[in-house]
């Protein structure tokens, strides 16, 4: 089944390559716009900016604080109860080096904070923070993509794999919107997503 959307669709698959056609849309708007020129690095807020942007064409919850717990495989992302302190704690992480950017990241990415499209709101965040502080970007070209999803898997843990395919994948092209929309592909999305109740984590 479908998430519920405002497409009308049903078909996951459908719904699919909707959101991927209307998100990369969106995404390049965001970057032509000049939007993004606007938001504050590392902030909550501006991940939330981004995503609302992203998404606002296709679900309600776009830009909105998920409102159920959700895992996927084995792991599960931060539970609503926790939720919001953890949101304020990442907002005062700091951001100023290589290593605390992919940190804030990492933590951002164990809070989970949307119902969908996590990865790819986040990725612009992130770059947003590489380009502010260090004047790079991440060449997503660059990235292996299983490399990254199975890193990101382990960054809870071990953050060392993240840390060490994405300072490989700089560069200092930073207003290059090709550079810019490979974070956007549809390949380096989560799926599989199940939700359960809070109770069920205790």
Do not use: C
Not at 35 to 41: A, G, I, M
């Amino acid at each position: 089944m479908a998430l519920e959307n405002k497409l009308g669709l049903t078909s996951s698959a459908d719904l699919a390559r909707e959101e991927e056609r209307i998100s990369k849309k969106k995404a390049a708007e965001l970057f032509g716009d000049g939007v993004l020129d606007k938001l504050e690095p590392g902030k909550f807020s501006s991940l939330q900016a981004i995503h609302k942007y992203l998404f606002e064409e296709i679900y309600d919850f776009a830009g909105k604080i998920r409102t159920v717990n959700l895992a996927k495989g084995n792991f599960r992302f931060a539970p609503l109860m926790y939720l919001e302190t953890a949101l304020g704690n990442i907002d005062k992480m700091p951001q100023s080096t290589f290593d605390e950017i992919v940190e804030k990241y990492v933590e951002m990415n164990i809070a989970h904070p949307f119902r969908e499209g996590n990865g790819r709101s986040m990725r612009i965040w992130l770059d947003l923070m590489f380009k502010a502080e260090l004047y790079k970007v991440v060449d997503w070209s660059k990235v292996d993509k299983e490399d990254y999803l199975l890193a990101m898997e382990r960054s809870p843990i071990k953050d060392i794999e993240i840390k060490y395919l994405l300072k490989n994948a700089l560069t200092d092209d930073i207003n290059s919107r090709e550079v810019y929309m490979k974070g956007i592909d549809h390949s380096y999305y989560y799926e599989g997503y199940t939700t359960f109740k809070t109770e069920e984590l205790l």
